[in-house]
Structure formats: structure tokens, C-alpha cells
């Protein structure tokens, strides 16, 4: 007779352990929902495991995109945190709707790009290569080692204490 081939998902649920489409939609929603509340708790963990001050801190996936909430001791705490959120794989943008205690201005933000490192960048924003170990005390305890960036890793860049 030979091989034929049929449409797997298709014709009658003879076995009984078919699904229907909706069944099978609201299974992956399900499980959709099961993993955005994971990749949120872990934020939130890497989050409070690094120290940051954010008073009720609350995080929300969807998809490739991440929500927090909270209140941030500091402004500095405050661009760190989503850092810490951006900077993870899987998530491409993070809408911020985090207050500060203390307002302060904000600092501006770098995408590492292949071939720079903390000294080209420091001379771009400060005119100094030398500055480099501003950029790094600035995106701590994120960055554990000034030779260790990466392309699309994004920096807080703080202004310069005059």
C-alpha cells in the first residue's frame, strides 16, 4: 500500500485526547499568564536581591515588554531598576510608572554599541576618557567589572558633579 499522509490536526477526536481550538487557546493563555508571572516574580527578585530601596515594588510582563511600579528612594535607584529590567534578555522595552522620594535630575542612557568601551564612551559624554569609573560606579552592582559591556547593553550616564 505505501505511506500516506493526513492533517494531523484534523477529523474526529477518536482517542478523546484531542482538544478543541478554544480549549487549546485558553490552555495557552493559560500558560502564557503561568509564564509572564514567573519572568515578573524573577525581576522583582533580581530587583530586591541587588539591594534596591523600591516600596511596593510590583512588575508586569507581557510578552517582551515590562510594567513596574513602586516607589524608588532615589532617582539613582530608580533608573537602576529599570536597567536591571531592560537589560534582561527576552524584554525589549519597560514603561516606567515608578515616583521617587527625592526627585533629582535624571541621567541620560547609553546603548553600548560593538567596539566601545567605558573610556570611549566617558570622552563622548564627559570629553574625558579618563572619566570612565563614573559610568562604572554609576550602572553598579549591574556591571562588576568596567571590561565587561556588551552590545545593547544600555549605561546610565549621570551628569557630572561640578
Same mark, same amino acid.
Given at each position: 500500500?505505501?505511506?500516506?499522509?493526513?492533517?494531523? +490536526?484534523?477529523?474526529?477526536?477518536?482517542?478523546?485526547?484531542?482538544?478543541?481550538?478554544?480549549?487549546?487557546?485558553?490552555?495557552?493563555?493559560?500558560?502564557?499568564?503561568?509564564?509572564?508571572?514567573?519572568?515578573? /516574580?524573577?525581576?522583582? +527578585?533580581?530587583?530586591?536581591?541587588?539591594?534596591?530601596?523600591?516600596?511596593?515594588?510590583?512588575?508586569?510582563? +507581557?510578552?517582551?515588554?515590562?510594567?513596574?511600579?513602586?516607589q524608588a528612594n532615589s532617582q539613582e535607584t530608580r533608573e537602576k531598576a529599570v536597567l536591571v529590567i531592560g537589560n534582561t534578555e527576552g524584554?525589549?522595552?519597560?514603561?516606567?510608572?515608578?515616583?521617587?522620594?527625592? *526627585?533629582? =535630575?535624571?541621567?541620560?542612557?547609553?546603548?553600548?554599541?560593538?567596539?566601545?568601551?567605558?573610556?570611549?564612551?566617558?570622552?563622548?559624554?564627559?570629553? /574625558?576618557?579618563?572619566?570612565? =569609573?563614573?559610568?562604572?560606579?554609576? +550602572?553598579? *552592582?549591574?556591571?562588576?567589572? =568596567?571590561?565587561?559591556?556588551? *552590545?545593547?547593553?544600555?549605561?546610565?550616564? =549621570?551628569?557630572?558633579?561640578?
Amino acid at each position: 500500500m505505501g505511506l500516506f499522509s493526513f492533517i494531523k +490536526n484534523a477529523g474526529a477526536k477518536v482517542f478523546g485526547i484531542g482538544k478543541t481550538t478554544a480549549e487549546e487557546a485558553a490552555e495557552s493563555a493559560t500558560l502564557k499568564a503561568e509564564i509572564a508571572k514567573e519572568k515578573a /516574580n524573577r525581576l522583582t +527578585n533580581a530587583i530586591e536581591t541587588l539591594g534596591f530601596e523600591v516600596l511596593d515594588l510590583n512588575i508586569e510582563v +507581557n510578552g517582551d515588554s515590562a510594567i513596574i511600579w513602586g516607589q524608588a528612594n532615589s532617582q539613582e535607584t530608580r533608573e537602576k531598576a529599570v536597567l536591571v529590567i531592560g537589560n534582561t534578555e527576552g524584554i525589549a522595552t519597560v514603561d516606567d510608572r515608578m515616583t521617587v522620594v527625592i *526627585p533629582a =535630575p535624571e541621567a541620560q542612557f547609553h546603548t553600548v554599541v560593538k567596539g566601545e568601551y567605558l573610556s570611549k564612551i566617558a570622552k563622548k559624554y564627559y570629553g /574625558n576618557a579618563m572619566k570612565y =569609573p563614573v559610568i562604572f560606579e554609576a +550602572n553598579k *552592582p549591574m556591571l562588576t567589572d =568596567p571590561d565587561k559591556i556588551y *552590545p545593547g547593553q544600555v549605561l546610565r550616564i =549621570p551628569a557630572l558633579d561640578k
